[in-house]
Protein backbone atom coordinates (compact mmCIF):
# COMPACT_ATOMS: atom_id res chain seq x y z
CA UNK A 1 0.00 0.00 0.00
CA UNK A 2 1.14 3.74 -0.94
CA UNK A 3 2.43 5.40 2.03
CA UNK A 4 3.83 9.08 3.12
CA UNK A 5 7.28 8.94 3.75
CA UNK A 6 9.17 11.67 5.77
CA UNK A 7 12.55 12.74 6.24
CA UNK A 8 14.54 12.88 8.25
CA UNK A 9 12.93 10.58 11.25
CA UNK A 10 14.79 13.00 13.51
CA UNK A 11 16.28 16.27 13.15
CA UNK A 12 18.48 18.32 16.24
CA UNK A 13 18.88 21.63 15.13
CA UNK A 14 20.66 24.46 17.28
CA UNK A 15 18.11 27.59 18.32
CA UNK A 16 18.21 29.99 15.24
CA UNK A 17 19.11 27.74 12.20
CA UNK A 18 17.08 27.34 9.52
CA UNK A 19 15.85 23.09 9.29
CA UNK A 20 13.84 21.73 5.98
CA UNK A 21 11.59 18.86 6.99
CA UNK A 22 10.73 16.85 3.62
CA UNK A 23 7.90 14.81 3.04
CA UNK A 24 7.16 12.74 -0.19
CA UNK A 25 3.28 12.28 -0.44
CA UNK A 26 1.49 9.63 -2.20
CA UNK A 27 1.86 9.93 -5.55
CA UNK A 28 -1.84 10.44 -7.12
CA UNK A 29 -3.02 12.70 -4.14
CA UNK A 30 -3.28 16.37 -4.49
CA UNK A 31 -3.70 18.03 -1.17
CA UNK A 32 -1.10 18.15 1.65
CA UNK A 33 -0.80 18.82 4.87
CA UNK A 34 1.64 19.62 8.01
CA UNK A 35 0.46 18.75 11.56
CA UNK A 36 2.68 18.91 14.90
CA UNK A 37 2.58 17.53 18.50
CA UNK A 38 4.32 18.79 20.70
CA UNK A 39 5.26 16.23 23.80
CA UNK A 40 2.16 15.38 25.40
CA UNK A 41 0.02 17.53 23.76
CA UNK A 42 -2.71 17.76 20.62
CA UNK A 43 -2.33 17.27 17.20
CA UNK A 44 -2.23 20.24 16.06
CA UNK A 45 -2.89 22.11 11.85
CA UNK A 46 -0.15 24.08 10.81
CA UNK A 47 -0.44 24.46 6.84
CA UNK A 48 -2.87 22.86 3.99
CA UNK A 49 -1.35 23.32 0.44
CA UNK A 50 -3.53 22.72 -2.92
CA UNK A 51 -2.72 23.28 -6.56
CA UNK A 52 0.86 25.07 -5.44
CA UNK A 53 -0.12 27.34 -2.91
CA UNK A 54 -1.15 27.51 0.68
CA UNK A 55 -5.12 26.59 1.03
CA UNK A 56 -5.29 27.48 4.95
CA UNK A 57 -3.11 28.30 7.50
CA UNK A 58 -3.32 28.40 11.40
CA UNK A 59 -2.03 30.60 14.00
CA UNK A 60 0.76 29.10 14.45
CA UNK A 61 1.88 28.72 11.07
CA UNK A 62 3.62 32.46 11.02
CA UNK A 63 6.30 34.04 9.18
CA UNK A 64 9.02 31.40 10.33
CA UNK A 65 7.12 29.22 8.39
CA UNK A 66 7.01 28.19 4.62
CA UNK A 67 5.90 25.29 2.35
CA UNK A 68 7.23 24.55 -1.09
CA UNK A 69 6.41 21.50 -3.36
CA UNK A 70 10.05 21.81 -5.01
CA UNK A 71 9.33 19.11 -7.75
CA UNK A 72 6.44 16.48 -8.57
CA UNK A 73 6.90 14.23 -5.33
CA UNK A 74 8.50 16.25 -2.27
CA UNK A 75 6.41 18.81 0.02
CA UNK A 76 8.75 20.53 2.39
CA UNK A 77 7.86 22.66 5.40
CA UNK A 78 10.80 25.31 6.70
CA UNK A 79 11.48 26.86 9.66
CA UNK A 80 13.30 29.98 8.92
CA UNK A 81 14.81 30.41 12.23
CA UNK A 82 14.26 27.83 15.09
CA UNK A 83 12.74 28.81 18.66
CA UNK A 84 12.94 26.34 21.40
CA UNK A 85 9.03 26.15 21.07
CA UNK A 86 9.43 24.68 17.57
CA UNK A 87 10.35 21.77 19.12
CA UNK A 88 7.69 18.63 18.48
CA UNK A 89 7.08 16.25 15.93
CA UNK A 90 5.68 17.26 12.37
CA UNK A 91 3.60 14.97 10.52
CA UNK A 92 2.90 15.54 7.32
CA UNK A 93 -0.26 14.13 5.42
CA UNK A 94 -1.75 14.25 2.11
CA UNK A 95 -5.12 12.99 0.49
CA UNK A 96 -6.56 12.72 -3.38
CA UNK A 97 -9.43 14.44 -2.37
CA UNK A 98 -10.53 17.18 0.15
CA UNK A 99 -13.27 16.28 1.65
CA UNK A 100 -14.67 12.39 2.04
CA UNK A 101 -11.36 11.02 1.11
CA UNK A 102 -9.30 10.57 4.52
CA UNK A 103 -5.86 12.04 4.87
CA UNK A 104 -2.85 9.50 4.81
CA UNK A 105 0.05 10.33 7.17
CA UNK A 106 3.37 9.81 7.54
CA UNK A 107 5.23 8.65 10.65
CA UNK A 108 6.63 12.32 11.58
CA UNK A 109 10.05 13.97 11.92
CA UNK A 110 10.85 14.36 15.37
CA UNK A 111 12.68 17.88 15.62
CA UNK A 112 14.47 18.81 18.84
CA UNK A 113 15.79 22.42 19.27
CA UNK A 114 19.22 22.86 21.59
CA UNK B 1 -14.71 26.71 15.01
CA UNK B 2 -14.52 22.95 15.66
CA UNK B 3 -13.37 21.34 18.68
CA UNK B 4 -12.65 17.51 19.71
CA UNK B 5 -12.85 16.40 23.54
CA UNK B 6 -11.71 12.75 24.45
CA UNK B 7 -13.10 12.05 28.02
CA UNK B 8 -9.78 10.45 29.71
CA UNK B 9 -6.15 10.60 28.40
CA UNK B 10 -5.60 6.52 29.91
CA UNK B 11 -7.58 3.76 29.26
CA UNK B 12 -7.21 0.34 30.72
CA UNK B 13 -8.43 -2.76 29.71
CA UNK B 14 -7.95 -6.39 29.99
CA UNK B 15 -7.75 -8.24 27.74
CA UNK B 16 -10.43 -9.67 26.21
CA UNK B 17 -12.83 -7.03 27.78
CA UNK B 18 -14.45 -3.95 25.61
CA UNK B 19 -12.78 -0.79 24.46
CA UNK B 20 -14.62 1.88 24.56
CA UNK B 21 -13.12 5.29 24.07
CA UNK B 22 -15.11 8.45 24.29
CA UNK B 23 -15.13 11.53 21.77
CA UNK B 24 -17.81 14.39 21.51
CA UNK B 25 -16.95 16.97 19.61
CA UNK B 26 -18.61 20.58 18.27
CA UNK B 27 -18.93 21.42 14.77
CA UNK B 28 -21.01 24.20 12.96
CA UNK B 29 -21.38 21.98 10.15
CA UNK B 30 -22.42 18.59 9.64
CA UNK B 31 -19.60 16.77 10.77
CA UNK B 32 -17.01 14.03 9.20
CA UNK B 33 -15.19 12.60 11.98
CA UNK B 34 -12.20 10.12 11.85
CA UNK B 35 -10.55 7.99 14.62
CA UNK B 36 -6.37 7.56 13.84
CA UNK B 37 -4.57 5.07 15.80
CA UNK B 38 -0.75 5.44 17.13
CA UNK B 39 1.55 3.17 17.61
CA UNK B 40 4.78 4.13 19.23
CA UNK B 41 6.97 5.66 17.01
CA UNK B 42 4.92 5.34 14.30
CA UNK B 43 2.37 8.35 12.53
CA UNK B 44 -0.99 8.47 12.51
CA UNK B 45 -3.33 5.50 10.95
CA UNK B 46 -6.63 5.82 10.16
CA UNK B 47 -8.95 3.49 11.81
CA UNK B 48 -12.20 3.92 10.11
CA UNK B 49 -14.31 7.52 9.06
CA UNK B 50 -17.95 8.70 9.26
CA UNK B 51 -19.10 11.60 6.44
CA UNK B 52 -22.79 10.37 5.87
CA UNK B 53 -25.14 7.67 5.57
CA UNK B 54 -25.07 4.98 8.28
CA UNK B 55 -24.12 6.23 11.31
CA UNK B 56 -22.46 2.74 13.00
CA UNK B 57 -19.13 2.49 10.76
CA UNK B 58 -16.95 -0.26 10.93
CA UNK B 59 -12.93 -0.01 10.91
CA UNK B 60 -9.88 -2.01 10.94
CA UNK B 61 -8.68 -4.36 13.45
CA UNK B 62 -12.46 -5.06 15.07
CA UNK B 63 -13.02 -1.15 15.89
CA UNK B 64 -16.38 0.36 15.02
CA UNK B 65 -17.46 3.82 16.08
CA UNK B 66 -21.22 5.28 15.71
CA UNK B 67 -22.00 8.67 15.15
CA UNK B 68 -25.05 10.06 17.66
CA UNK B 69 -25.95 13.68 16.22
CA UNK B 70 -28.00 14.33 19.18
CA UNK B 71 -25.25 13.35 21.64
CA UNK B 72 -22.81 14.92 19.49
CA UNK B 73 -20.63 11.28 20.57
CA UNK B 74 -18.62 9.46 18.25
CA UNK B 75 -17.55 6.70 21.10
CA UNK B 76 -15.20 3.96 19.68
CA UNK B 77 -15.57 0.56 20.72
CA UNK B 78 -14.12 -3.07 20.42
CA UNK B 79 -15.83 -5.83 21.55
CA UNK B 80 -12.65 -7.74 22.64
CA UNK B 81 -9.93 -6.19 23.47
CA UNK B 82 -5.98 -7.84 22.35
CA UNK B 83 -2.41 -6.43 23.72
CA UNK B 84 -2.26 -5.16 20.26
CA UNK B 85 -4.47 -2.89 20.71
CA UNK B 86 -2.04 -1.12 23.05
CA UNK B 87 -1.59 3.23 21.12
CA UNK B 88 -2.88 5.99 21.33
CA UNK B 89 -5.55 6.63 19.87
CA UNK B 90 -6.94 9.90 18.64
CA UNK B 91 -10.44 11.22 17.37
CA UNK B 92 -10.75 14.27 15.02
CA UNK B 93 -13.03 16.66 12.91
CA UNK B 94 -12.73 17.97 9.52
CA UNK B 95 -13.53 21.20 8.50
CA UNK B 96 -15.05 21.32 5.25
CA UNK B 97 -15.07 25.07 5.82
CA UNK B 98 -11.27 25.56 6.23
CA UNK B 99 -9.10 23.19 3.61
CA UNK B 100 -10.66 19.91 4.86
CA UNK B 101 -7.88 20.56 8.03
CA UNK B 102 -8.26 17.87 10.89
CA UNK B 103 -8.96 19.43 14.50
CA UNK B 104 -7.79 16.58 16.68
CA UNK B 105 -8.78 15.67 20.58
CA UNK B 106 -6.13 15.63 23.10
CA UNK B 107 -6.18 11.50 22.43
CA UNK B 108 -6.68 8.44 24.88
CA UNK B 109 -3.71 5.89 25.44
CA UNK B 110 -5.44 2.51 25.55
CA UNK B 111 -3.83 0.06 27.63
CA UNK B 112 -4.66 -3.56 27.74
CA UNK B 113 -3.86 -5.88 30.50
CA UNK B 114 -2.78 -9.77 30.05
Known amino acids: EPEVTQTPSHQVTQMGQEVILRCVPI?????FYWYRQILGQKVEFLVS????????KSEIFDDQFSVERPDGSNFTLKIRSTKLEDSAMYFC????????????FGDGTRLSIL | AQSVTQLGSHVSVSEGALVLLRCNYS??????LFWYVQYPNQGLQLLLK??????LVKGINGFEAEFKKSETSFHLTKPSAHMSDAAEYFC????????????FGGGTRLMVKP
Open chain 1, 27 to 31: SNHLY
Open chain 2, 92 to 103: AVSDRNAGNMLT
Open chain 1, 49 to 56: FYNNEISE
Open chain 1, 93 to 104: ASTEGQFLAPQH
Open chain 2, 50 to 55: YTTGAT
Open chain 2, 27 to 32: SSVPPY
